[in-house]
């Protein structure tokens, strides 16, 4: 099994900036995709950011793009920088991973996820 160690999320005003780091503790695997999906109360998964296994490809939401960006330190290891929050952007975020394919952007593509960190923006 990939085990998913997420971190970074937190409290922060509007317009503020956050990190979330997530990290593969498992074997590597040369074709790793990875993925940030956010979930708000109430509100289906929806994907904020993937990136594939070398970090060259990304993919965001209408709803970030600009103000998030998403990044690989080595093959397991995930960052995603968060500015200019906004309030809407308040959800438990997940981290997601797949050994068997280099690049993936739908949530159903994922097999592995993170236990979901929270993020809040307050106006």
């Known amino acids: 099994q990939v085990r998913l160690v997420e971190s970074g999320g937190g409290l922060v005003q509007a317009g503020g900036s956050l990190r979330l780091s997530c990290t593969t503790s498992?074997?590597?695997?040369?074709?790793?995709?990875m993925g940030w999906f956010r979930q708000a109360p109430g509100k289906e998964r929806e994907i904020v950011a993937a990136?594939?296994?070398?970090?060259?490809?990304t993919s965001y939401a209408d709803s970030v793009k600009g103000r998030f960006t998403i990044s690989r330190l080595n093959a397991n290891t995930v960052h995603l920088q968060m500015n200019s929050l906004k309030p809407e952007d308040t959800a438990v975020y997940y981290c997601?991973?797949?050994?068997?394919?280099?690049?993936?952007?739908?949530?159903?593509?994922?097999?592995?996820w993170g236990q979901g960190t929270q993020v809040t923006v307050s106006s």
């Open positions: 990136i594939d296994w070398s970090g060259g490809v």
């Open positions: 997601a991973a797949d050994p068997t394919r280099p690049f993936i952007v739908t949530i159903d593509g994922y097999d592995y």
């Open positions: 498992e074997r590597t695997f040369s074709t790793l995709a």
